[in-house]
Structures are given as structure tokens and as C-alpha cells.
């Protein structure tokens, strides 16, 4: 479950107080909500959809973070998404609003969170491609992705360890059978 503050904050308070903390939290809209702790089904995901992506991205080009690097998603909020993938760059900084590809993996107490408001926060991020939602325990994800700018209505939704999702952003696909790998499907 996902514990707000009533206390409102700006982000560099935010990232002042975040140092001196042992749990992880973000903040939504200038309050600090708490995070889950996760499966190992949804670490090994994680891990998956990471060495997947390094096997096909040129990292001279790319970086590729796990959950640990934060996305600035508008003037009162900071996300730590499961996967991101944004350009290159030597720049020693917390966050970043370049992010290209950002991926999540559902968990029951933050399903509602990944579908709504991370979404609607994420397609404010100009140079995102496509935000990915994945299933832990079957093989489905939810992919939104960029056309000609726009956002379509509703995600593709892939199921089944022969379907793939296009990053067209980074020009590559990611087979489910390789983000599902040694994960066990209901």
C-alpha cells in the first residue's frame, strides 16, 4: 500500500529529505508517498527487461536505470519508474525529464498509481517514446506509445510469451518470453 503525507514539499526539499531515508518514496503532486517493498517476481522482471534492453542498446548511446534513478514528471513530482531508458549523458544529476522508454511492473498496491496518475504524468514528458506496464504473474503488458506525437487512447495490449513490444523510440523489440523469463506464469 502507497502512504501519503498531507505535508507538501518542492523537489529540492524532497530530495534533501529523501537522503536521510531508508525506505523508498516518491512524490506525487507535492506529497510523499511511501513505496511498496516488491516480489521477487517483480525484481527478476526488472532485471529481465534490463539485461534484454542492454543486449540490444548501444550504451554509448542509452542508459539504462532501474528503480533507484528518479524522473521528473512536472514542477511538484519525482517517480522512480521500475526501468527507464533515457539518452546518454556523463551529467552527475538525480533525475532526469529525458526519459524515452519508462516501464513498470504492476503491483497489487500500485496498480492504480501505474494506470493513472504515473500514466497521465508520464505523457507529459516530451521526449517519451513509450511507457510500458507488465503483468507479474502472466505474461501481459500494457504499451502506450508515441505516434506522430500523440498519445493513443488505450494501450496495446500484448499477451503470451510469442508477443514482443516495439520500443520504436529505441528501434528495437523486446520478446515477453525474455521479460518473463524464469518467472512462473499463472
Excluded at 538525480?94 to 513498470?104: H, W
Excluded at 507488465?134 to 504499451?143: I, T
Amino acid at each position: 500500500m502507497n502512504v501519503r503525507t498531507r505535508v507538501r514539499i518542492d523537489k529540492a526539499q524532497f530530495f534533501a529529505w529523501l537522503e536521510h531515508q531508508e525506505r523508498k518514496h516518491e512524490l506525487a503532486d507535492g506529497q510523499v508517498v511511501m513505496l511498496p517493498y516488491v516480489t521477487r517476481p517483480h525484481s527478476q522482471i526488472c532485471t529481465n527487461v534490463m539485461l534484454a534492453l542492454g543486449a540490444r542498446l548501444d550504451r554509448t548511446r542509452f542508459s539504462i536505470h532501474g528503480g533507484e534513478f528518479a524522473v521528473e514528471t512536472g514542477e511538484s513530482s519525482i517517480r522512480f519508474a521500475d526501468v527507464m531508458v533515457e539518452p546518454f549523458t556523463r551529467e552527475n544529476a538525480r533525475s532526469t525529464s529525458d526519459a524515452l522508454v519508462l516501464l513498470e511492473v504492476l503491483s497489487p498496491s500500485t496498480m492504480h498509481v501505474d494506470f493513472h496518475e504515473k500514466l497521465d504524468e508520464y505523457k507529459g514528458l516530451q521526449p517519451l517514446g513509450s511507457y510500458v506496464i507488465c503483468a507479474q504473474d502472466e505474461a501481459r503488458v500494457w504499451a502506450w506509445t508515441r505516434h506522430e506525437g500523440a498519445w493513443p487512447d488505450a494501450p496495446e495490449v500484448l499477451e503470451g510469451l510469442d508477443a514482443a513490444v516495439a520500443l520504436p523510440v529505441l528501434g528495437i523489440i523486446l520478446p515477453l518470453a525474455e521479460i518473463y523469463r524464469n518467472i512462473t506464469l499463472r
